[in-house]
């Protein structure tokens, strides 16, 4: 490959996106359900980006957006307020979710990494910057075939937006929620072929090793889906890019959510995980908040009294929320790594 396509080394992941049809209301929703916040809201795209670009043609958008960092992540909301881009062309196609996550590189240099994916042929769906010379630049690739996700990358690190408003107002506001949520610790990704795309992830952007695991019922004490006793098999690969774990889910047979999940969305983003001191506690949370459980099961050695995890799709929230209580260990050893250690 010639010097100038030279694979970005990315260091981490900065933030994950979830396009909404309204910002200030699921912002609301976070803080009062999970505690997440404060958050900085602030207006985007058109004119405050003069040189907005959507599938490589100027485009005219005016957008509103949200950030606060929960942990080592920053968790963004996105909506237009006019126009089309890439938030409104998902939501058009599958609605309101996750959408995004963004890696940073070692030295930030955007048109490095441009070159790179073009030269690689992922098409550059949005880009633009905002603010003095180009300290701000932002572009979208499309990499759903490959890595089952949009990415973006940015040379905005992080930090408040200038000219945010936050909510909610009152710096000493203290939210109601019942679970308070610190950090979120992965985001999890459904897939056809968990191997293959571990394999992109490491050729592509240098994400990995990955560890691919077998889980399923022979895993756990026992598994529910929607409520009831159930049987099923996944096949699993984790990475840890900075502070965050990335999840790869592959169903194998059985009903599940992922498999539901494939079904109704195709690959993409799936959901996001936490982690709790009482998987039981932190359930009944949830339930009693008018959410239901729709897939569960406990691990580990029951003599830890930790190994447990919940899914609950929040409506609210436009996402699907995991709480996990870690055991000490993995009850299960990796099948394989990628790549293979030498």
Request: glycine share 8%; charged share 25%; aromatic share 12%.
């Amino acid at each position: 490959m010639a010097q100038k396509f030279t694979k970005p080394k990315v260091v981490g992941i900065q933030q994950v996106c979830i396009v909404v049809k309204d910002v200030w209301k699921t912002a609301e929703a976070f803080w009062n359900i999970l505690g997440i916040g404060p958050w900085n809201v602030f207006t985007f795209g058109s004119p405050k980006v003069a040189d907005l670009k959507f599938h490589g043609k100027r485009s005219y958008v005016p957008s509103l957006g949200a950030v606060t960092q929960v942990g080592s992540l920053e968790l963004e909301l996105f909506q237009d307020v006019d126009g089309k881009s890439v938030y409104t062309e998902w939501i058009e196609k599958y609605g309101e979710g996750l959408h995004h996550c963004k890696f940073l590189t070692d030295d930030l240099d955007i048109n490095k990494v441009d070159r790179y994916m073009e030269y690689l042929g992922f098409e550059n769906m949005q880009n633009g910057h905002f603010g003095p010379e180009l300290k701000n630049q932002f572009s979208y690739y499309d990499t759903m075939k490959a890595l089952k996700c949009i990415w973006e990358t940015s040379n905005r690190s992080g930090g408040k937006p200038i000219g945010a408003t936050p909510f909610p107002a009152d710096p000493n506001a203290v939210s109601p929620a019942k679970i308070k949520v610190t950090g979120l610790k992965q985001i999890g990704i459904v897939v056809k072929d968990v191997v293959r795309t571990a394999e992109n992830y490491w050729n592509i952007l240098g994400i990995g090793p990955w560890e691919i695991r077998d889980w399923g019922n022979h895993a756990l004490w026992d598994r529910t889906y929607m409520g009831k006793p159930a049987w099923a098999r996944e096949r699993v690969a984790h990475a840890y890019p900075g502070d965050l774990e990335l999840e790869l889910l592959q169903p194998m047979e059985g009903a599940s959510i992922y498999q539901d999940w494939l079904d109704t969305h195709g690959e993409s983003l799936h959901h996001l995980k936490f982690l709790c001191d009482d998987i039981d506690a932190t359930s009944q949370a949830f339930i009693e908040m008018g959410f239901p459980s729709i897939q569960m099961g406990h691990f580990g050695d029951p003599k830890e009294k930790a190994g447990g995890f919940n899914y609950f799709d929040v409506p609210p929230l436009k996402c699907i929320l995991e709480p996990v209580h870690k055991p000490k260990s993995l009850p299960i050893k990796p099948i394989a790594i990628i790549p293979p250690k030498e």
